[in-house]
């Protein structure tokens, strides 16, 4: 019989390094031949090994389970084989784990001829296999991110007057797009190229009316009338020709657009 010890220190918390300890059904995961460990009652369980190509089976009893602090099992009868797992919390995110590991060598290891130094070499490695197993669950705990509100998302795409609905950061959308231009004035330079497919309730130009603010209302192109004088000019222009407020000025702002007027 022999018995050995090994140490090593897990960044993950104590709870997280325990948990992992006392789901046997993990084992396989990180200890050197071991196939399958299967619950059999009142902390009992049936182990399947492979023992260098061949099939070892054995029944095991956890002897202790003392939460965040000592995991140990042992063979209930036939060749010995027992194991004490004991956590010390080294900070917030770092855990030692003390491994004791009692084994009969030729059950275990029939054909190896250094006997505990491979015993000892057996139980370092099942040690950096638990270190990995632990740290990858912990990393992945920690990075992952709730999925995306879909009402969040929504509410975010909703016309917003005067931000990206008839400004020129609505020509940035990357969905299906519909220009549609001031009077006399292409879309670019006024910015009004809008994605109306992707806002809720929003079918047409018109549409548009009862989100866009006063003045950036959309209407058919054209020019609008600089009043009796018979001047036209663009949206936001000037005419030669006096107009009714006589300054010959289209303010976009205080008497908004031809669809306004109508």
Do not use: C
């Not at 006399?184 to 603010?213: N, Q, W, Y």
């Amino acid at each position: 019989m022999s018995m050995v010890q090994q140490a090593i220190e897990v960044s993950a918390p104590l709870h997280t390094v325990y948990e992992q300890l006392a789901a046997f059904e993990s084992y396989p995961r990180f200890m050197s031949g071991v196939r399958e460990v299967t619950p059999i009652g009142n902390d009992r369980t049936h182990w399947v090994l492979d023992v260098e190509g061949k099939t070892r089976e054995f029944d095991a009893q956890f002897t202790e389970r003392t939460l965040d602090e000592r995991v140990s099992w042992s063979t209930m009868e036939g060749p010995r084989l027992a194991e004490t797992l004991t956590l010390r919390p080294m900070g917030e995110m770092k855990t030692q784990v003390v491994a004791q590991l009692e084994a009969d060598i030729a059950f275990l290891m029939p054909n190896d001829r250094r006997g505990q130094a491979s015993l000892n070499q057996r139980l370092k490695a099942d040690l950096t296999a638990l270190k990995g197993l632990v740290e990858g669950g912990a990393s992945t705990k920690k990075l992952s991110k709730p999925a995306p509100n879909p009402a969040a998302i929504a509410a975010d795409n909703r016309p917003h007057p005067g931000a990206g609905w008839g400004t020129s950061a609505g020509e940035h959308s990357n969905a299906s797009r519909a220009d549609l231009p001031y009077h006399g004035m292409a879309a670019s330079t006024m910015g009004t190229s809008v994605d109306i497919t992707s806002a809720p309730g929003i079918r047409s130009p018109h549409d548009l009316d009862d989100v866009l603010a006063p003045g950036r209302r959309v209407a058919k192109a054209g020019t609008i009338s600089g009043g009796p004088s018979g001047g036209a000019a663009a949206m936001g222009g000037r005419t030669t020709k006096k107009d009714i407020w006589g300054d010959g000025m289209i303010n976009e702002e205080d008497r908004g657009s031809a669809h306004d007027m109508r």
